[in-house]
């Protein structure tokens, strides 16, 4: 398959390395309005394995090429989407991946879902913790392992990664880890503090709290969750879940879980709390790089297989950032965001 990224900044270089690494792909070409972009992005990619799979092109020259691809990746910014997603239409792509968020506000990113469904093309969202072996066995585990299964409180306290480039992976995680249908923001917040952004002063990103309520296909009540990302720490936190008898820690830069399990065969009354606890087990998790999931979602797809949302599933994780993001004092219905 032959593969055209759209946006060759840090974003799409990470796409194009893992890119090179599919034994599916054969071809990729790397397109930037900015010649500069353009430069630095070979300069990373000439020392990659696999460097002679890669051609680089301006944007304009590129909407003028006859050339067709099978498959493309929009790494870009979040504006002008639509021209961009009609642009990989007409040079013939079958497959694409867009970049989260899919707009900066929630009428953009419903549009941009209309507009692909008119389009012959299959399309999906980058969301993808969901294709991180460690939270699909995390999910498994909370399905299925006696003292997880029922309602869960899934809690995280970090700093700087942004509502807009980072929270929205976890939006989509509750959604993947709780098997969840609909989600109800039950209270939240907004900092005031605008966090930078690497694209540029016309973006940023926000930090704030939430609470969250999450439901299951016919209602049914899955668990809540307690988010918080400050605008104003460098830190980096973790993830802890409690469930009916057991407690989960994830450390994600130690790169561990661990587990609190009650003894699956205690008779104790729900008010012994922390009674008949085993001991603690940890196992080792992984973070993958962004190259290695590319790798694996171009892979799938070779198959026949489509392992991220499409636009339109990812709709509702859209719809419940923006109505955390509106939550703010200075933005309501289009944000910075990229």
Known sequence: MKLVIIGSGRMGVRHAMGAAQAATISEICMVDISEDALLSAKQQLDNSQNSGKFQYLLLADFKTTNEKFDVCIIASTASGRKETVDLAYQKGCKHLMVEKPLGQSMQEASDLSEHIESLAINTCVNLN??????????????????????????????????????????????????????????????????????????????????????????????????????????????????????????????QKRIDYLRKEDSQMPISRYA????????????????????????????????????????????????????????????????
């Not at 694996?296 to 392992?307: N, P, S, T, V, Y």
């Open 275 to 338: 009674a008949d606890y085993l001991p603690p087990v940890e196992t080792k998790i992984e973070s993958p790089f962004l190259g290695d999931l590319t790798k694996i979602w171009l892979e799938e797809l070779a198959e026949g297989r489509q392992l991220l949302p499409s636009v339109s599933e990812s709709l509702k994780v859209h719809q419940l950032m923006f109505d955390w993001l509106s939550k703010s004092t200075t933005h309501k219905e289009t944000f910075p965001i990229t």
């Open 129 to 254: 913790m969901r294709l991180y072996d460690s939270f699909i066995q995390l999910r498994k585990d909370l399905n299925e392992k006696p003292q997880l299964k029922g309602e869960k409180v899934i809690m995280t306290n970090t700093g700087t990664i942004g509502i807009g480039a980072n929270g929205i992976h976890y939006l989509d995680l509750l959604y993947f880890l709780l098997d969840a249908e609909s989600a109800e923001l039950v209270a939240g917040e907004i900092e005031e503090t605008l966090i930078p952004s690497g694209r540029g002063p016309q973006f940023g990103d926000f930090g704030g709290w939430c609470t969250i309520k999450l439901f299951g296909k016919n209602g049914d009540y899955k668990g809540r969750a307690h988010l918080s990302m400050a605008a104003t720490s460098t830190a980096f936190g973790g993830w802890d879940i409690v469930t009916p008898h057991g407690r989960i820690t994830l450390h994600e830069i130690e």
